[in-house]
């Protein structure tokens, strides 16, 4: 929890003053370098700490030689329906309107992916895009076509509002900015990469996105290449954050050409975290962390503002992981 309290404290010391990339200063104590899980294969990591018990089931599918598309799915599904996490699935934060939608992708090791946006009423957006990936000849599907869609592969309509998301959401009306704050609880969103026993590679991106949002906006989790990318001879890569941000510069496909460039999976996020920072004037409140795992089972993970953490699963090893990042304040 004290990453969580941390990443609030630090949203909130930066929102305090205006932040540019000229006044940032990188943290010189921090070594870049590789992470190598000591049982390297199987293997899983996700972001923050709901990754912990996300992580807990994706291991037992993988653990049991199952693939890492069924693991990185279940995985992240215990997310989705944790009524207590407020920026995944149900109990996620509304919209400006109140209403709760979700974005959601997932890739596997054969380029193959699917993703539902602005999807409203279903708990676990990443088995329907599992099943857009699978049965249609499409990649994404959004608003009331991914709803359609899921009614008719047999998906059950759920109110996704729980009461305090609802009480929430009414106190945030007394002021109603449009502009959403940003906190720890909008920055929660589950990324989740894993390695099986063949060596293959998936991952899986959800989240009900920014608290407040305007209604209808579409973030980066469910766009593959800015949320989540693939590549099965390379690595993955997952972003949280601001989503706007993440996919200014592609930032889940950059993060990937760059391991396969010869960058450790740090090095690549921290590459990306710093063209996000050069891209863009003011850095107030712009917190994006990338998470990342090569084919060899390296695993890395930074962010701009110190906060952002990730969850490590493989046979030897169970834990999480503060990541490196380029303001400490
Ligand atoms: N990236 C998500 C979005 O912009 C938010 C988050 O990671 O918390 O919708």
Redesign the pocket.
């Given at each position: 929890m004290s990453g969580r309290r941390n990443f609030i404290k630090t949203s909130m010391l930066a929102s305090a003053a205006l932040i540019t990339p000229a006044a940032y200063r990188g943290n010189k104590n921090q070594q870049q370098g590789k992470n190598t899980a000591k049982g390297a294969k199987p293997i899983v990591v996700s972001t923050w700490q709901a990754g912990l018990s996300a992580n807990k089931t994706a291991w037992a599918t993988l653990a049991g030689g199952g693939s890492a598309l069924d693991a990185v799915e279940s995985g992240v599904r215990v997310t989705e329906s944790d009524a207590e996490n407020s920026?995944v699935g149900l109990g996620g934060l509304p919209d400006c309107d109140g209403k709760v939608t979700l974005?959601a992708c997932i890739m596997d090791h054969k380029t193959r992916c699917g993703a539902v946006a602005f999807l409203q009423h279903i708990e676990n957006p990443v088995s329907v895009a599992r099943k857009v990936m699978e049965d249609t000849p499409h990649v994404m599907l959004a608003g009331e076509g991914a709803l359609q869609f899921a009614l008719e592969k047999g998906f059950e309509k759920t109110n996704l509002l729980t009461t305090s998301a609802k009480k929430k959401w009414q106190k945030w009306l007394e002021k109603s900015r449009y502009q959403p704050v940003i906190n720890i609880e909008?920055?929660?969103?589950i990324g989740m990469l894993a390695i099986d026993q063949n060596g293959d590679l998936s991952g899986a991106c959800t989240?009900s996105?920014?608290a407040y949002?305007l209604h209808g906006r579409v973030?980066?989790?469910p766009i593959i290449g800015a949320?989540l990318f693939v590549d099965n001879e390379v690595g993955g890569a997952c972003?949280?954050?601001?989503?706007?941000a993440?996919i200014r510069i592609a930032g889940s496909a950059v993060v990937v050409e760059l391991m396969r460039n010869g960058h450790s999976p740090e090095e690549a996020c921290k590459e990306a975290v710093l063209r996000i920072i050069k891209k863009h004037q003011n850095l107030k409140n712009l917190q994006v962390g990338f998470l990342a795992l090569n084919k060899n089972g390296e695993y890395g993970g930074y962010c701009i503002y110190k906060g952002f953490n990730f969850a490590l699963k493989t046979r030897a090893e169970e834990k999480l992981i503060d990541a490196k990042y380029e303001i400490d304040k």
């Amino acid at each position: 929890m004290s990453g969580r309290r941390n990443f609030i404290k630090t949203s909130m010391l930066a929102s305090a003053a205006l932040i540019t990339p000229a006044a940032y200063r990188g943290n010189k104590n921090q070594q870049q370098g590789k992470n190598t899980a000591k049982g390297a294969k199987p293997i899983v990591v996700s972001t923050w700490q709901a990754g912990l018990s996300a992580n807990k089931t994706a291991w037992a599918t993988l653990a049991g030689g199952g693939s890492a598309l069924d693991a990185v799915e279940s995985g992240v599904r215990v997310t989705e329906s944790d009524a207590e996490n407020s920026s995944v699935g149900l109990g996620g934060l509304p919209d400006c309107d109140g209403k709760v939608t979700l974005d959601a992708c997932i890739m596997d090791h054969k380029t193959r992916c699917g993703a539902v946006a602005f999807l409203q009423h279903i708990e676990n957006p990443v088995s329907v895009a599992r099943k857009v990936m699978e049965d249609t000849p499409h990649v994404m599907l959004a608003g009331e076509g991914a709803l359609q869609f899921a009614l008719e592969k047999g998906f059950e309509k759920t109110n996704l509002l729980t009461t305090s998301a609802k009480k929430k959401w009414q106190k945030w009306l007394e002021k109603s900015r449009y502009q959403p704050v940003i906190n720890i609880e909008n920055h929660d969103t589950i990324g989740m990469l894993a390695i099986d026993q063949n060596g293959d590679l998936s991952g899986a991106c959800t989240t009900s996105g920014m608290a407040y949002k305007l209604h209808g906006r579409v973030g980066d989790s469910p766009i593959i290449g800015a949320g989540l990318f693939v590549d099965n001879e390379v690595g993955g890569a997952c972003a949280t954050g601001v989503g706007e941000a993440v996919i200014r510069i592609a930032g889940s496909a950059v993060v990937v050409e760059l391991m396969r460039n010869g960058h450790s999976p740090e090095e690549a996020c921290k590459e990306a975290v710093l063209r996000i920072i050069k891209k863009h004037q003011n850095l107030k409140n712009l917190q994006v962390g990338f998470l990342a795992l090569n084919k060899n089972g390296e695993y890395g993970g930074y962010c701009i503002y110190k906060g952002f953490n990730f969850a490590l699963k493989t046979r030897a090893e169970e834990k999480l992981i503060d990541a490196k990042y380029e303001i400490d304040k």
